[in-house]
């Protein structure tokens, strides 16, 4: 058994070594986010060894059982010279005793700091298939549970996505005990995802600087969605039932509950309790009154409280929200087969990042990447006008880069999806419009101009595998002659 001051001088090397390994820990380099959320867990757990092991030497140090004291006392007395070799006699029986046994020393826990393919398996195994390694959010047992809650405004997942966190929007009466279990159930998974892909991040502190933000509002009553109640502010003590601890805002609502079977039998247990003027325990009425009131505010300053937190952790988690509403919105628009190429193709991205044969390209004019992986010519740069950007206010604003990129937008899921969004059907009578109202004009001279007799082999629509858009007719001639 060691002793005590050999126990406070391994604590202390320990918290050394510790501290040394966070420092080399931030001092590597990751390439992809599956290496940086490695690199914060592995300081994390660093940083509970730390806390842990200040904890076991600030108990050493209290010396709550005078044993340190007692060593310190037998080490620097008239007889020191007799302890230390009594001592030196214990180590070298132990030693003689037991030759062969294995000592790794402490340093070499701590040398390679480099991520392993044991810590990135147990790091994929903290996320869903859904989360991506933490680059989206899954909330669709959550939006599930929103979805069976009565009264509420039911919408899509992707809906979902934009709308979980606009409380107000809700109505106060609705907000009841299974709406609270919704919140809990959100919260508890937005909590536990922050602490997945941000271990680093204090969430004490966030529910403790919270907590006296929403303390505050409360009893301002500036919280969106709960406004202060003035029948609550100051409640007439006339309409207060003592025995049933309940306040009624009517006249004949308190008249009607007196002659109740469940106010009479209350009141009789109070008489049989030796209470028959109601004043238990020498409360007053006020006092009781005051007591039900805030006993019948605490569910709704809960759902509040769950709600003002909840918001909270969407600000931290803001752009993950964005990235997976993008990400439903683009896979809605997928068909089986090219979510099932999309899979295979992120598998590959992965194994090639990461590589640790990676070196840095020098790219200071910031060119596109070419198949072998380095910046392309500057002159193949020019030539194709890649430096030319086009913007499509269909496809939200988003910009492409080059002609060629900007022709090939026009069949693909983006704009296809802000044409279906407008109601118009994305065929070659469109290209090159990429203004909203302009679609939207030219949509209307064509239904207005559209023959009457139109035969539904020229109306409806169909695409090859290239994306090219025919008629019905031409479609099924093509086919026959094999040419598509």
Known sequence: ???????????????????????????????????????????????????????????????????????????????????????????????????????????????????????????????????????????????????????????????????????????????????????????????????????????????????????????????????????????????????????YAKDTVYNAHLTSKKHIKAAAQLAANGDSNGLGNQESVSEAQSKALAEKAKPEQDAAWSEFLIKKYAELLKSQIEDTKENVERRQTLTGRERDLELETDQIELEDSDSDDEEKIYNPLKLPLGWDGKPIPYWLFKLHGLGVEYSCEICGNHVYKGRKAFDKHFQEWRHAHGMRCLGIPNTRQFHEIVGIEDALALWKKIKGTKPEGAKKDQIEEFEDSEGNVFNKKTYEDLKRQGLI
């Open 1 to 247: 058994m060691d002793s005590v001051l050999e126990t406070q001088r391994r604590l202390h090397e320990e918290i050394d070594r510790l501290e040394q390994a966070v420092v080399d820990q931030f001092m590597l380099n990751p390439k992809t986010l599956k290496e940086r959320l490695l690199q914060v867990h592995t300081v994390d757990g660093f940083f509970d060894r730390i806390s842990a092991r200040s904890k076991d030497l600030g108990s050493v140090y209290k010396d709550d059982d005078e044993s340190r004291k007692k060593e310190m006392d037998a080490i620097s007395g008239t007889n020191e010279f007799g302890e230390f070799y009594n001592r030196l006699k214990k180590i070298k029986d132990y030693h003689r005793k037991y030759p062969n046994e294995a000592v790794e020393p402490m340093e070499m826990e701590f040398m390679n700091q480099q991520p392993t393919e044991e810590k990135m398996s147990a790091l994929d195994d903290m996320f869903s298939g859904e989360e991506a390694g933490g680059r989206n959010l899954d909330l669709h047992e959550v939006h599930e549970h929103y979805m069976n809650l009565k009264s509420l405004k039911r919408t899509n997942y992707l809906g979902y996505l934009s709308e979980f966190t606009l409380f107000e929007e809700i109505e106060r009466k609705d907000k009841n005990t299974d709406y609270q279990r919704y919140l809990d159930s959100l919260s508890a998974y937005l909590e536990g995802y922050l602490k997945r892909i941000q271990p680093l991040t204090n969430i004490g502190e966030i529910k403790e600087y919270g907590r006296q933000e929403f303390n505050k509002k409360w009893e301002e009553g500036s919280l969106p969605g709960w406004p202060k109640q003035e029948q609550d502010a100051a409640p007439t003590t006339d309409l207060f039932c003592i025995a049933c601890k309940k306040q």
